[in-house]
């Protein structure tokens, strides 16, 4: 069950207009293509998708699951939206609540285990050998954590172990952590428990319906079998600007840590018919990744550029990351930024700066000739419409 109806509001601009689960990422991909990938790659071929904020994009995206190979007659992946019944109906109100909902679907293939996946993280990851733990140490419930540098670890839900890896302690984004174990979003249930939980959790008035603030700590509470598996790879959550670019920008590495041509481990996703990118004869680019249908006569220096991304001759892009069909027009300068899909850049405009934050540019913007963005400076066509 993988959830994928947030709306990412740390992403800003990004999410005005589509879920965090559909933002391109990687000059070819969207973020959700990592965790249906893991699926695919792990044998599983029954796969919830959980939607509810800006869903159009998101589910156009999916559509029958061809790419990851989920599109079977039994099984397969469905796009699970809130829905109405003759007594009642309403929005997800929260992580709990979402998986509650879907009590019925899950209860048609009468599983022993479910897997609950979050639709915004970079990472590979085989849920089989998760599984296996999860089996053999009789767990109700498994929580992949992953440890985090102790700076940040305020900033994500931490979980203390004992010696044996079981879980005695769940901390809710602590001030002073005990440990940097950070969960992963990613957990694994014994399915007559999950169900037995989500139950009580649902008759309870008093509770926020949400995995981290109810579930986990009633578990607890009960002396549940709580294990937490630890992943030591490369795993990045992308609900920021900020961690966005960097995840883009850790692809360009020389010897990157989170590599996308492993053959072992592809990652699939669902690709435009184009033609080849092509270079001008003044074209210079410099360690970048550039993906079909894009035409560079410009300069490109340590970017990431989508799918029919044009840069003309006398436009520079340096540390940016470019997403499908946008045009960067002669003399303009893009330094540091994210540029949504379907945007023009006109001539001399200036887009972010050498140092600071990231300037961000939404879906389908034309910024006018010579205008300035400055670095960490969000803009879209209502705020251009309000300056006017």
């Known amino acids: 069950m993988l959830l994928a109806g947030g709306q990412g509001s740390r992403l800003g601009l990004l999410t005005k207009v589509m879920a965090k689960p559909a933002v391109p990422f990687g000059g070819k991909y969207r973020i959700i293509d990592f965790p249906l990938s893991n699926c695919t790659n792990s044998s599983i071929d029954t796969v919830g998708v959980l939607t509810q904020y800006q869903p159009l994009d998101l589910n156009s995206y999916i559509g029958s ?4 190979d989920l599109d079977m007659s039994y099984g397969g992946v469905y796009v699970l939206p809130p829905y109405m019944t003759a007594k009642s109906g309403e929005w997800y109100s929260g992580t709990a609540n979402a998986i509650y909902q879907n009590i019925g679907f899950i209860q048609q293939f009468d599983p022993e285990y479910v897997l609950i996946l979050s639709g915004d993280h970079i990472y590979k990851m085989d849920y089989n050998r998760m599984l296996a733990a999860h089996i053999e140490r009789g767990a109700d419930i498994t929580i992949a954590v992953r440890p985090v540098p102790w700076e940040v670890a305020p900033s994500f839900g931490i979980m203390n172990t004992d010696a044996d890896h079981n879980i005695i302690e769940f901390e809710e984004k602590p001030k002073h952590p005990k440990s940097n ?102 074209a210079v680019v410099e360690n970048s990744m550039l993906t079909e249908g894009c035409e560079v006569y410009g300069t490109v220096k340590h970017s990431v550029l989508f799918a029919g991304v044009r840069v003309d001759e006398g436009a ?22 994210i540029i949504a899909e379907d945007c023009v850049i006109s001539k001399d405009a200036k887009v972010g700066e050498d140092e600071g934050d990231i300037a961000l540019i939404g879906q389908a913007t034309t910024l006018p000739e010579g205008y300035a963005v400055k670095a960490g400076a969000q803009v879209d066509m209502d705020a251009l419409r309000e300056e006017a």
């Open 316 to 337: 520079v892009v340096e540390d940016s990351v470019i997403m499908p069909g946008t045009h960067i027009q002669s003399g303009a300068v893009v330094k540091r930024t």
């Open 65 to 68: 699951g061809q790419p990851w």
């Open 181 to 282: 174990l950070a969960s992963m979003g990613v957990y694994i249930f014994t399915w007559k428990v999950l169900k037995e939980y989500l139950e009580a959790d649902n008759a309870d008035p008093n509770s926020k319906n949400d995995f981290g603030k109810n579930i986990i700590p009633k578990l607890l509470e009960d002396k549940k079998v709580m294990l937490a598996y630890e992943f030591a790879d490369y795993w990045k959550d992308v609900g920021t600007i900020a961690s966005l670019w960097e995840a883009n920008m850790d692809l360009l590495q020389d010897n990157p840590e989170f590599d996308l041509t492993d053959p072992r481990w592809k990652i699939y996703s669902r690709t435009p018919v184009m033609p080849p990118q092509f270079l001008g004869n003044k």
